[in-house]
């Protein structure tokens, strides 16, 4: 079997070798050479030789048929030691170092050989009287010695093997906490599911190698809740968003008929506007799929979809269930909350019956104060249900009180300033509502100090309630009550303007002026329809405070 040359594996048993000046041949396991190595060009011709490559070739034959190799001399005086590299069944290596004793210089065999390379003789043999020599007895030990150091190349390239084997699982560990620590520190806000849908679809982006990401859900209000038919994308999408949306619905009904246990196992889809797959991973809850979590065309080096991209995304599946099934709880009970809260603002409303909607209306105004004036939205929202239960301490104020036609003795009016304090007391002891407490206690300080109960000036009244008392008494004078009729609005924000600096804080009077009141006036008309009809509807949805 006639073996060709090729190029020799750095940093490995030939690089020893030629360290130590010892010239040598090295063969792949399928028998194709692949170079020969020696300081001198002529030593190297003298190797390369049809003749001695022949004796090679059939030493390598014999070996390979016994099982066994050891140091055979291929004529009187010229030793091949052979270093079996089995270590891979695919890669596995012969590295042969030739030496000659000074018994095979000159030799016939030699000079077959040098005539074979077309070789000089006397400067072959010169060239080989530089290369280094030895004894047979020192051809063994040699051998023996090259043969320990293949084991310990061998040795290292395992333990490097495992080394790196160990760093790319550390590195993928380490991807996967890092990404798990990212999303589940997000899991609290329960306020914004949409914003945590969009960070998983963007940290799922960062992390793997997909050119896009895409979380989708069903259309459907029941199932899907919150997130009703919503896209969140990362990346650019492989076709447009609406060809992109019905090809999800196509997969979506695919993995439904196919059920969720299916989908989790094999979750690599044809994706039909590009034809190519990608990973479409179902998000299920309450034994439905909602949705899916989309990604595709992968770069690298490696572009296949693999074991760890689909761990990562579905970890990222059940935080996105998670986070569904819980944000659509939360919901719910928000919405149970505030119904109770409405429901109480209304059973105040409703002991007079010019106030009816006054604690609604006053919350969307001071929701939209606050909004105008740049708070977070979760400011915004407290300040809107304070403003809901602002006047709640009336429940302690009689309705003789509360309801009188005429103008009230100085006895009466201070039962109506204990309305704050009494409000306070009420919900001081309910945790969900400690952040409404400035408001309720407050929202009848007045900018200049003239106010009540704590006669605060200016800035040490709190924002929440300087807002609330602006808001209420817009809405105050806008309304019909007992002892007058409701003012007209140029009337009611001249002395909202008049009111700048002494009743009100006169940054708040500027940022009322921007405010839209289409929505306060509808508000206004229904509410004013519900008195006349003697019914009061209480509001559980908060469309009117978005």
Same mark, same amino acid.
Not at 9 to 29: H, K, N, Q, T, V
Not at 97 to 123: K, P, W, Y
Not at 477 to 503: H, K
């Given at each position: ?63 390979q048929e016994s099982g066994t190799a050891s140091p055979t001399e291929l004529f009187d005086g010229c030793w091949a030691l052979p270093l079996h590299d089995r270590r891979r069944r695919r890669d596995g290596t012969w590295t042969i170092v030739i030496m000659l004793t000074h018994e095979g210089l000159g030799s016939e ?267 977070? =939205? +979760?400011?915004?929202? &407290?300040?809107?249900? *304070? @403003? #809901? /239960?602002? %006047? ?52 009848? =300080? +007045?900018?200049?100090? &003239?106010?009540?109960? *704590? @006669? #605060? /000036?200016? %800035? ?87």
């Amino acid at each position: 079997m006639k073996r060709q040359l090729t190029h020799s594996a750095p940093g490995e048993l030939g690089d020893r070798c030629e360290a130590l000046s010892l010239p040598y041949i090295r063969y792949s396991e399928d028998g194709r050479r692949r170079s020969v190595s020696a300081e001198s060009p002529v030593v190297t011709r003298w190797i390369r030789s049809a003749y001695l490559l022949g004796l090679v070739d059939d030493a390598i034959e014999g070996w390979q048929e016994s099982g066994t190799a050891s140091p055979t001399e291929l004529f009187d005086g010229c030793w091949a030691l052979p270093l079996h590299d089995r270590r891979r069944r695919r890669d596995g290596t012969w590295t042969i170092v030739i030496m000659l004793t000074h018994e095979g210089l000159g030799s016939e065999e030699f000079m077959a050989a040098c005539q074979s390379g077309r070789l000089d003789n006397t400067l072959t043999i010169d060239a080989w009287k530089e290369m280094p020599s030895c004894t047979e007895r020192e051809l063994s030990m040699l051998w023996q010695m090259l043969t320990w150091q293949l084991h310990d190349i061998n040795r290292i390239r395992d333990i490097e093997s495992s080394l790196s084997s160990f760093s790319d699982e550390l590195t993928i560990a380490y991807e996967e906490i890092s990404f798990l620590h990212r999303i589940g520190s997000s899991l609290t806000e329960l306020q914004h599911p949409h914003k945590f849908v969009e960070r998983v679809a963007d940290e799922i982006f960062e992390t793997l190698s997909f050119r896009w990401v895409a979380i989708g859900f069903v259309d459907d209000e029941q199932a899907a809740r919150l997130m009703t038919d919503r896209l969140f994308v990362s990346g650019r999408l492989p076709c447009s968003e609406l060809a992109f949306r019905q090809e999800a619905g196509r997969l979506f009904t695919t993995m439904t008929d196919l059920g969720d246990a299916a989908c989790q196992q094999s979750p690599v889809h044809a994706f039909g506007p590009v034809g190519t797959r990608i990973i479409c991973y179902p998000i299920v809850l309450d034994g439905r799929i909602v949705g899916g979590i989309f990604a595709g065309d992968k770069e690298g080096v490696d572009q296949e979809i693999s074991s760890v991209d689909i761990k990562m995304i579905e970890t990222a599946a059940s935080f996105v269930t998670i986070m569904v099934e819980n944000a659509g709880l939360y919901d719910d009970q928000q919405l149970m909350f505030l119904g109770t809260l409405e429901a109480l603002s209304a059973s105040i409303d409703a002991k007079d019956p010019y106030t009816c909607g006054h604690s609604e209306r006053v919350a969307y105004l001071s929701a939209q104060i606050a909004q105008a004036h740049g708070l977070e =939205e +979760r400011d915004v929202e &407290r300040i809107r249900i *304070a @403003g #809901l /239960i602002h %006047d709640i301490g009336k429940i302690g104020v009689p309705e003789s009180v509360l309801c009188k036609p005429g103008k009230l003795t100085d006895e009466e009016y201070a039962q109506i300033k204990k309305h704050p304090e009494i409000g306070y007391q009420i919900v001081k002891d309910i945790p969900l509502l400690d952040h409404t407490l400035p408001g309720i206690l407050h929202h009848h =300080e +007045r900018y200049d100090g &003239r106010g009540y109960p *704590a @006669g #605060l /000036i200016g %800035d040490l009244i709190p924002l929440m309630a300087r807002i609330i008392g602006l808001a209420d008494a817009f809405d105050a004078m806008s309304s019909t009550r007992t002892y007058r009729a409701a003012m007209d609005r140029e009337a009611v924000l001249g002395e909202i303007r008049n009111g700048a600096g002494t009743q009100f804080d006169p940054e708040l009077v500027t940022v009322f002026s921007s405010i839209d009141l289409a929505v306060y006036d509808q508000m206004v008309e229904r509410h004013q329809k519900q008195s006349e009809s003697g019914g009061i509807r209480l509001r559980l949805s908060r469309d009117e405070a978005a």
